[in-house]
């Protein structure tokens, strides 16, 4: 009877011979483990003693695959997935890394979206409705081990983060010129902004602007010597974002206009 022995497990069983049988070729062996071994004879008056153990260390190897990579709840907004994997056996060697892969969902190859020693990531800048394939693998000294299983996922959308102050300059016309940065998509691409003014007569926002661009001109309702405050919001498929920080500029006094008409008086 040969017994073995696992560094983290305890005797056990491994053959049972004849009296022909004078070896035995171990197989299935972990990587990166201490095997002992030990073997006893019996005969008619039964067992005898164990013999002397012996230990083997088997060569260390690539990690395992993880076997569970999922997406949970905390995903911090439209575009964005939160996914989660477990850590597979280091096979004797640290895991230094874990390289985590996404499809794009266009059906082309796989490409790396994250390589660091976390077991969680936030994928950004995924799209609304694409379907989209992630798996992920674990790395140590001895190199890359097999991927997790695929997973499959769907891209969420969420209206757009607010827009950032645009800025403001004087333009070529009568008016103002105004142009502000693309703010975070969440998820859906943007179809539109919305430009909204107040100025100290009316104390309250109204609508200047809206269109597809990401610059306007705005002229209309602009009196020298007050001072306006300009801000944007844009929207896309999933609904229209808040407002986003206000700019503030004060329009120069001027001269008074010229009056509009003019007649002499008889009788002075």
Not at 201 to 219: I, P
Not at 232 to 245: F, K, L, T
Request: proline letters at 6%.
């Amino acid at each position: 009877v040969v017994g073995t022995y696992r560094e983290d497990s305890a005797w056990e069983t491994a053959f049972e011979g004849t009296s022909k049988d004078t070896s035995w070729k171990a197989s299935k062996l972990s990587p990166g483990q201490v095997y002992g071994f030990r073997v006893r004879a019996f005969n008619g008056k039964g067992p005898g003693a164990f013999s002397q153990a012996a230990f083997y260390s088997t060569a260390a190897s690539v990690p395992s695959a993880p076997q569970v990579l999922e997406a949970v709840s905390d995903a911090g907004g439209g575009g964005k997935l939160c996914l989660m994997w477990d850590v597979p056996s280091d096979n004797g060697e640290v895991i230094q890394s874990y390289v985590l892969e996404h499809d794009a969902a266009k059906g082309e190859s796989f490409a790396v979206c994250y390589n660091g020693p976390d077991t969680k990531f936030t994928v950004s800048g995924l799209t609304s409705g694409l379907r989209y394939k992630f798996r992920v693998k674990a790395c140590n000294a001895e190199g890359a081990g097999q991927y997790s299983p695929v997973l499959e996922a769907t891209g969420q959308a969420e209206p757009p983060a607010r827009c950032e102050a645009p800025a403001i300059t004087k333009s070529k016309t009568a008016g103002l010129h105004l142009k502000w940065a693309e703010p975070d998509q969440r998820g859906a691409e943007i179809r539109g902004y919305k430009v909204e003014m107040w100025h100290d007569r009316e104390g309250e926002w109204r609508k200047a602007w809206s269109g597809a661009q990401r610059e306007c001109e705005v002229s209309s309702g602009l009196v020298p010597g007050h001072k306006y405050k300009f801000r944007v919001c844009a929207w896309n498929q999933a609904g229209e974002a808040e407002a986003g920080d206000a700019a503030s500029h004060e329009i120069a006094a001027d001269v008074p206009p010229p009056p509009q008409t003019s007649r002499l008086c008889s009788g002075a």
